[in-house]
């Protein structure tokens, strides 16, 4: 434990400024995100899901990134898992993005919709064959009784289904449509950069997120 405590890292690397952040966060976003894939860091498209558990509390795991636009942040899973079904009786959740060789982090938070059946159909056909098979094959959060029993089921599929299987009604794509974002910049001394931005609660229109005006600021660290 005292290794734990005497761990400390001073971050020197960039800064974030509310005069030069992009106005938009979803452009800001793309510009660290497309930052993170350059750097080659490892899995820089992996993020930290939280959805609202049952009972209220919160439930998170590791999803990747499949696609960023005006509208949202798009991934992929198993609408019948444990976060599928919380999804459907709650769609409030959030998203991290933790890229420690830039010394930053990202935080968005928002509501979760179901993306097109052909937006769906799309990426599941892009998948490797096996990956596609292990979609019918995996009940997603279900208690199975051995590692042979899960084999065995992607073997019957992959007999069953041949070499273009159909995409589950199961499985398919999310979409989180943002509220807010937060691009946190290490600095040191732990003075580091908050830079949030919220939906303007005063824009009442009947615009969609992305043609809302973001209110910024900048929080204490
Ligand atoms: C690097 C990494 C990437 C993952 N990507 C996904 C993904 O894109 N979709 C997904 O459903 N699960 C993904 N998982 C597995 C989830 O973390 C989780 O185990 C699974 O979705 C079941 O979660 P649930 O029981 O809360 O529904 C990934 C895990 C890791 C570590």
Same mark, same amino acid.
């Given at each position: 434990?005292?290794? $734990? ?7 020197? %690397?960039?800064? $974030? ?10 452009? %800001? ?5 497309? &930052? ?11 993020? =930290?899901?939280?959805? @609202? ?8 795991? @590791? @999803?990747?990134?499949?696609? =960023?636009?005006? %509208? ?9 898992? =444990? ?22 982090? =990202?935080?968005? &938070?928002? !509501? ?19 990956? *596609? ?7 997603? /959060? ?5 590692? &042979? ?9 992959? %007999?069953? $289904?041949?070499?273009?299987?159909? *995409? ?11 509220? *807010? ?19 303007? /609660? ?16 900048? !929080?204490?660290?």
């Amino acid at each position: 434990m005292n290794q $734990l405590a005497d761990l400390r890292k001073d971050y020197t %690397q960039a800064s $974030l400024d509310e005069g030069s952040v992009c106005k938009d966060p979803f452009q %800001q976003f793309e510009i660290w995100l497309n &930052e993170a894939l350059k750097a080659q860091l490892p899995e820089p498209n992996a993020m =930290v899901l939280s959805t @609202v558990g049952f009972d209220g509390s919160p439930s998170s795991r @590791v @999803v990747l990134i499949k696609g =960023v636009d005006s %509208q949202g942040i798009v991934f992929f899973s198993n609408y019948q898992s =444990v976060k599928g079904r919380q999804i459907a009786q709650n769609p409030k959740a959030s998203l991290l993005f933790f890229w420690p060789e830039l010394e930053r982090q =990202v935080r968005i &938070e928002g !509501l979760l919709e179901r993306v097109s059946a052909e937006e769906s159909d799309a990426y599941f056909h892009s998948r490797p064959l096996e990956s *596609r098979i292990g979609a019918w094959a995996s009940a997603q /959060s279900e208690p199975i009784s051995s590692r &042979e029993a899960l084999a065995k089921a992607f073997e019957d599929f992959r %007999q069953e $289904l041949g070499p273009q299987p159909p *995409r589950p009604d199961h499985w398919g794509g999310y979409r989180l449509a943002p509220h *807010r974002f937060e691009f946190w910049q290490g600095r040191p001394s732990r003075l580091h950069d908050r830079i949030e931005f919220r939906i303007d /609660s005063s824009d009442t229109s009947e615009s969609s997120n992305a043609q809302r005006l973001w209110a910024i600021r900048r !929080l204490s660290p």
